[in-house]
């Protein structure tokens, strides 16, 4: 059975917003040095977190759910793939056009409506009486997970200024990590006792405790400097993504030369040529190009690409490899790579608090240095691999690098945008870590052959420890630290 047969995709993505230099509009709370929260700040977080960890938390519990998903709507294989990739097909293509709406409609408006969404494509998901239903209903979940964490992200750079915004965004960041650690066990279990439809149903009860706390937030008030939506611009921007994804997506599935694909991949690039073209002109353009002419929002983003690409691609092969080479059950290889995910749930709140105050240039240079060589040090790895000399080594390595990144990564990109921007910069980082992660997943045939081994292994990670340090000397030579308090440039 080939390789690319037997890849779940995953969606979550590590990245949160920066709390470094992020201009705060008027009517924003959270004093600098304060170190408590208001009523009001308790309750912009927990709805922040709750609305990201419910679209990440899917994303990991689904795959100990395929197997027994295809089993019973008798999708086989093709059934596994596309309930992961329906979901990342969406989410990747409409992500930009909901950071859009985020920032013209307002962040609490937008993620109501992705709060309810998510809560009714998971109760369909549970009642799916067929595999075309289900794919349908993850695809409907994909939509509603792109209007939340966009939203959710600026909702907190809306509320949230300085050292103040640091620690939230650190606790943002400890949440959603978390999120992977219990993903896979509380999949096991569900699945195990309920069966696999209490893998959806269970995303009710986060829903509801989110609405709940939604009525109790008022609309921060943000300097707005436009409400119109570029439509034509939204349409380009779902048909270049959604084109090129479906392609990506094609083309793991197929050969490279299927008919589908190639269509997929030319109306990708049209449609994102298209959109570049057409926000170059708008008067009110959804993404402002003028964005980029920032250094850290241009070389935030290129290291953001290079990092999370090969991270997706690394916590892809390590439990494939261990499930179909290593002879490790999925709930083992869960465990065996938890550390990673762990340690990030510790470090991430820390590491945010020394970003905002000594900049995040530096986090972002050595962070996926050591990544990279956790997965150099797998490259290493012998048959029988060892969990203890091989595999508990390079989880650590890897889980510090992230935590080290995952913050001041995206730091430096909404540094260069002002607070009413947080909405789009966002969903702009989180677009271009989702697509960079598909390429890498897309293209892992070509690295391994048709059948994943020992040595097809070492070459996938190193190809990721080589991503990594690519990202690190991105970062090294085109970040620049903003000193603390200076607020982003209008742009």
């Not at 969606?11 to 949160?16: K, Q, R, V």
Request: net charge positive; glycine share 12%.
């Amino acid at each position: 059975m080939s390789l690319l047969a037997t890849l779940h995709r995953r969606t979550g993505s590590a990245s949160a917003l920066a709390p470094t230099g992020v201009a705060v509009p008027p009517g924003a709370t959270g004093a600098t040095g304060a170190t408590a929260l208001s009523p009001r700040e308790r309750r912009v977080l927990a709805v922040a977190i709750m609305a990201s960890v419910v679209v990440f938390l899917d994303a990991s519990i689904v795959n100990i759910a395929n197997a027994s998903i295809s089993a019973s709507l008798h999708g086989g294989l093709v059934l596994q793939q596309w309930d992961s990739d329906s979901y990342t097909l969406t989410l990747a293509a409409f992500i930009l056009t909901a950071g859009a709406l985020s920032d013209a409609l307002g962040r609490v408006t937008i993620m109501k409506l992705g709060v309810a969404g998510f809560g009714l494509a998971s109760l369909l998901c549970a009642a799916a009486p067929s595999a075309g239903v289900l794919v349908a209903a993850r695809a409907a979940q994909g939509l509603a997970g792109a209007l939340l964490v966009p939203s959710s992200l600026a909702l907190i750079a809306s509320t949230f200024r300085g050292p103040a915004q640091a620690r939230a965004i650190g606790r943002w960041s400890a949440a959603t990590s978390g999120s992977f650690v219990v993903g896979p066990l509380l999949g096991g279990v569900l699945v195990d006792s309920l069966g696999w439809r209490a893998v959806f149903a269970v995303n009710v009860i986060p829903v509801l405790i989110t609405l709940r706390l939604l009525r109790r937030i008022a609309e921060p008030t943000v300097a707005v400097g436009r409400r119109r939506v570029d439509i034509a611009g939204s349409v380009l921007a779902v048909l270049g993504l959604g084109g090129l994804v479906f392609g990506l997506i094609q083309t793991g599935h197929a050969s490279m030369s299927g008919g589908l694909s190639i269509a997929a991949l030319a109306v990708g690039v049209l449609g994102l040529v298209g959109f570049v073209l057409r926000e170059a002109r708008a008067a009110n353009p959804m993404l402002p190009l003028r964005l980029f002419r920032s250094r850290n929002f241009c070389f935030g983003n290129l290291a953001s690409v290079l990092v999370w690409g090969a991270l997706y691609l690394g916590v892809f092969i390590v439990p494939t490899f261990l499930q179909q080479v290593a002879g490790y059950s999925a709930s083992a290889a869960g465990a065996a790579t938890a550390p990673m995910t762990v340690i990030g749930v510790f470090v991430a709140a820390s590491v945010g608090r020394l970003a905002a105050r000594f900049g995040p240039k530096w986090f972002v240079a050595t962070g996926p240095l050591l990544a990279a060589a956790g997965y150099a040090w797998l490259a290493l790895s012998s048959r029988p691999i060892s969990y203890w000399s091989d595999l508990l080594p390079a989880v650590v390595l890897v889980g510090l690098g992230i935590s080290f990144t995952s913050t001041p990564v995206t730091a430096a990109v909404l540094s260069a945008v002002t607070g009413e921007q947080a909405g789009i910069a966002s969903a702009v980082n989180n677009a271009v870590t989702r697509v960079a992660g598909l390429v890498t997943i897309a293209v892992v045939g070509l690295v391994t052959g048709s059948t994943l081994d020992y040595s097809g292994f070492h070459r996938v990670v190193l190809v990721v420890a080589a991503l990594m340090v690519a990202g690190a000397a991105v970062a090294a030579i085109g970040l620049r630290n903003r000193p603390a308090g200076v607020a982003a440039p209008s742009a």
